[in-house]
């Protein structure tokens, strides 16, 4: 049995159909207030990016976690996909979530029973679950950290493959290869090709440590569907037109 695609991952599908890959933006509730994250979201929405992220390794939750959200519905009409490191980084007032486990973790916390202690939550909320695979490679900063990640060596393609690959199996339809946020440099395309090539029609997601639209590029020709940016749209002067150059330098 499979789990059907909704409404948010077919957009997500659609906007990389049509224009070669999709941007999404990450914006973490614990940097800025509420109503500074609704003035990011607008303004990445203006440059173009197709959804907005939310959530962070620490502080994610409760109060400044609806709140947040609540904001970026209010300013945007983008569909806001959680980003949960724990059970208690859900939330009812957003579209969807990445329901996903941290493959090459050590803990059974975030390989399984943050997942179990969530699940009747998103059903009670009705989120639709993206089911994805979240690999963690060197350096992994913050959230290899936090998530107990045993982490894959830059120049080790073949056990992301080896992840990703299992992950498939295991009927994700998603795979993240994440470097860590703020990371110095970002996912080595060699393994983001790799993963692309035997993964086929699984979107390919990276993060960590994008600040230009050409390390975006680079990525997209290796094989990524979708690009991730945080900290540097936290950092930006002008966010609507960093965004801009993002996604105008990934879209065929
Ligand atoms: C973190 O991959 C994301 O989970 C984004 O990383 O903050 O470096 O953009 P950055």
Redesign the pocket.
Known sequence: MSYKMGRVELHLRDAIKERGAGHLT?I?PDSQSPQEAGGMALAASQGGTDAI?V?G?MGATGSLLHDTVAEIKRVTDLPVIL?PASAAGLCENADAVFFMSLLNSRSPSYLIENQVLGAPLVLRYRLEALPMAYIIIEPG?T?GYVGDARLIPREKPELALAYALAGKYLGMRLV?L??????DS?VPASIVAQVKRLLGDALVI??????SGRAAAELVAAGADLI???????KSQDVASFIFELTSSIRR
């Open positions: 990450l973490d992220m959530g390794s980003f900063g959230v993240y994440e470097a860590g946020s703020g990371a970002p990276v993060g960590g440590g994008i600040r991730v940016t945080g900290t540097a749209v936290e």
